[in-house]
């Protein structure tokens, strides 16, 4: 097919150098976007009386035809094409004839694709959105199931304070919460129609732009026809989302990959979520949690990769800007396939009670809420602090735990212990106890559990 732009010229473009320019393999994805902006943009052209009406059937007709026929595989793309643009156009004219020339009145191909790649990454963020809300959903159903399911609380990876599993998981579920905040807010910016901005100045042509933006979706129409074109700060704005995201994924794996060591055994992933080895027969591994977490680099690369290329561009419509697509484009497939595994993963996840339980047992976990006993008894606190300290290095000499260290003992080193203590530092109380506002106590949970539901109610 020869090019639209074929005229100047008095030679064909190197073929080397056609496969360099060409973008159709990784923006034939847009078609449906680019045949529906074309229906939207012809209609508002009869409507103007800018092209007849007779035009404006023939071209709205040939066109979902076209669609129809790349959805049925009867017409396949040409892959020589310059791009989706030049291809769906080609093909119009090919069909319909003079009509079909008719159709880029008062258009540019920059803002053609600056309406395109809108309208792709509108659906790709309602998706995301939308997978966001399932994972989030399988988090608070995991929560809800393991509200009194103690846990050691780490920090520096060290067992820090006795936690419920639940806590635990809401704390992805907030993560979540505002990762949807984040899309949403992304595609509220997007939406608005580059249509009609022309190559960058603007047209001649009597147009109607609110008429295009409001068939096609949009709040409204770009303010100035050169910033319409020209940025692609929307795309940059979903990178960085789907950074975040799956920044908060990795950690998510990490935790995941953690619990299911044989070193942990917190939880057991379901089998159809976990591979085995070709040599080693016992081995089952977290790949989907690994691969999330490996994922999460290509995801923050796309992101480096749009802001460089859009780094320095003077005004308005830059070739480098067809390199926005492959970055923006992986990165809404990356986390969407991620999202398609990770809730399910999540809800099939076995939780292995006991194993938490025994670890919450170990590593003076209690230690602070001996300090509170003794605090509340009228001692100060940094005093009860350091006669804790004490206790757990006699313990340790002694292999005790905090708990089964001998009440004589105790009485030894202060008499404001009585033999409540014991009930005072179980796991259960120190758990129980955490009723503050956001706390890991199961009812402050099921309460955080409440709260991401009803927030997913309105999403
Ligand atoms: N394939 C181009 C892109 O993705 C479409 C816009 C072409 N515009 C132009 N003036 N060459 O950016």
Known sequence: MSKLWAGRFSKELDSTANDFNSSIRFDSRMYKQDITGSMAHAAMLGAKGIISQEDTDTIIAGLSEILADLESGKLDFDWEAEDIHSFIEGELTHRVGDAGKRLHTARSRNDQVALDIRMYLRD?????????????????????????????????????????????????????????????????????????????????????????????????????????????????????????????????????????????????????????????????????????????????????????????????????????????????????????????????????????????????????????????????????????GQIVALCIDKKWTLDDMPFEEYKKLSDVFAEDLYEEISLETCVKRRISEGGTSPDSVREQVSYVEEFLKNV
């Open 124 to 388: 790709c963020g309602n998706e995301i959105i939308g997978l966001v809300k399932e994972l989030a959903e399988a988090v608070c159903e995991q929560a809800l199931k393991n509200a009194e399911t103690i846990m050691p609380g780490y920090t520096h990876l060290q067992r820090g304070q006795p936690i419920t599993f639940g806590h635990a998981l809401m704390a992805y579920a907030m993560m979540l919460t505002r990762d949807i905040d984040r899309f949403k807010d992304a595609l509220k910016r997007m939406n608005v129609s580059p249509l009609g901005s022309g190559a960058l100045a603007g047209t001649t042509y009597n147009i109607d732009r609110q008429m295009t933006a409001k068939e096609l979706g949009f709040d409204g129409a770009a303010v100035n026809s050169i910033d319409g074109v020209s940025d692609r700060d929307f795309c940059i704005e979903l990178c960085a989302a789907a950074a975040t995201l799956m920044m908060h994924l990795s950690r998510f794996s990490e935790e995941i990959i953690l619990w299911s060591s044989w070193e942990f055994r917190f939880v057991e992933l379901d089998d159809a979520y976990t591979t085995g080895s070709s040599i080693m027969p016992q081995k089952k591994n977290s790949d989907m949690a690994e691969l999330v977490r490996g994922k999460t680099g290509r995801v923050y690369g796309n992101l480096m990769g749009i802001l460089t290329v859009m780094k320095g561009l003077p005004l308005a419509y830059n070739k480098d800007m067809q390199e926005d697509k492959e970055s923006v484009f992986d990165s809404m497939d990356t986390v969407i396939m991620c999202l398609k595994v990770f809730a399910p993963m999540v809800r099939t996840m076995k939780v292995k009670p006991e194993n938490m339980k025994k670890a919450a047992s170990e590593g003076f976990i209690n230690a602070t809420d001996l300090a509170d006993y003794m605090t509340k008894k009228g001692v100060p606190f940094r005093d009860a602090y350091k006669l804790v």
